[in-house]
């Protein structure tokens, strides 16, 4: 058997898949292993043009015999887009997206993926074609300007220092952390979810559900104060996926831009394109390209997420 995990969510632990014909699952690993290029045994350095959206695949044998005929270490992960190197990696890649059965969760599988339906195939041909595309909003003031002035009431936040090494430096750090343990600046190392340290999380991807849920945890919309006694308090951005696939968190930095964490991968400052955030709504987010608005973190629910 031949278990595949598609690194692609930021929010949401990782959808997994599983090759249960032996036959398939050996090609498949006959045709990665003819480029030993294509893989690695360990996660890779971050590279500028990762960020949101697909990144690659994790794949793992639970056959000594299949490794061992192979000569492949049990775990194996595939970058691909821009981080990927040259060679036959997309179609390698597409292989994997088509023989998986997305739409059974792993019997086998004692985890926390979240169910997919068959569409997540789809969405994972996009991915690896490049057919989504970034939200561009034209015009619009960035966050901070302009637009903190219309409402009647003005919130004192606080803005933390840049320091990705608190999330970087330890490899289960940066695996077992996600986007809203980075906008909540709380390390819980139990990629943290919406609604689940306040018992209610949320039931669907959308704007109005994960913002219900983020509220419940304690957040409060932009413009609705906290008082000081819940200091820090940050100010924090939401966006998803259409058709409700994943969330994702950024959150405002003391030097003007904005800070997110891409599911287990780094936190960075930098959007899909390489460019410094001094605005999520303008930012490339890859296919997250639904913007929910802005939030308030607060002491009291950063250390309420679980």
């Not at 061992?68 to 990696?89: I, K, N």
């Not at 959308?206 to 919309?221: K, N, P």
């Not at 959007?271 to 973190?297: K, L, M, Q």
């Amino acid at each position: 058997m031949l278990r595949i995990t598609a690194d692609v969510y930021s929010g949401r632990p990782d959808p997994v898949a599983d090759i249960t014909d032996e036959a398939q699952a050996r090609a498949a690993l006959r045709e990665l292993t003819r480029d030993r290029t294509l893989f690695t045994a360990s996660r890779p350095s971050e590279p500028l043009t990762g960020g949101l959206g697909l990144r690659g695949f994790w794949l793992e044998t639970f056959d000594d015999g299949l490794a061992r005929d192979f000569d492949v270490d049990s775990r194996l992960y595939v970058p691909v887009g821009p981080q990927a190197p040259a060679g036959r990696v997309a179609e390698v890649a597409e292989r994997l997206i088509t023989i998986a059965d997305w739409g059974r969760a792993p019997d086998t599988f004692a985890g926390t993926a979240p169910p997919v339906d068959e569409s997540f195939r789809d969405f994972l041909l996009g991915e690896l074609s490049g057919s989504s595309t970034a939200s561009v909003q034209d015009g619009t003031e960035p966050a901070g300007g302009a637009e903190e002035e219309l409402p009647a009431v003005t919130c004192q936040i606080e803005l933390g220092a840049f320091n990705p090494g608190f999330w970087n430096n330890d490899p289960t750090v940066q695996s077992s952390n996600n986007c809203y343990n980075y906008a909540s600046n709380w390390r819980t190392n139990t990629f943290a979810q919406p609604g689940r340290g306040c018992g209610s999380m949320y039931t669907r991807i959308d704007c109005a559900e994960v913002t219900r849920a983020a509220l419940c945890d304690g957040m409060h919309h932009r413009f609705d104060c906290f008082p000081d006694g819940e200091k820090p308090r940050f100010l924090v951005a939401l966006v998803v996926i259409p058709g409700g696939g994943d969330f994702h968190w950024y959150r405002k930095q003391k030097e003007g831009f904005w800070g997110h964490k891409p599911g287990g991968t780094a936190a960075r400052n930098y959007d899909n394109s390489g460019n410094v955030i001094y605005d999520p709504e303008t930012a490339d987010r890859g296919p997250y390209t639904i913007f929910c608005g802005y939030f308030y973190g607060c002491n009291s629910q950063r250390q309420r997420i679980r």
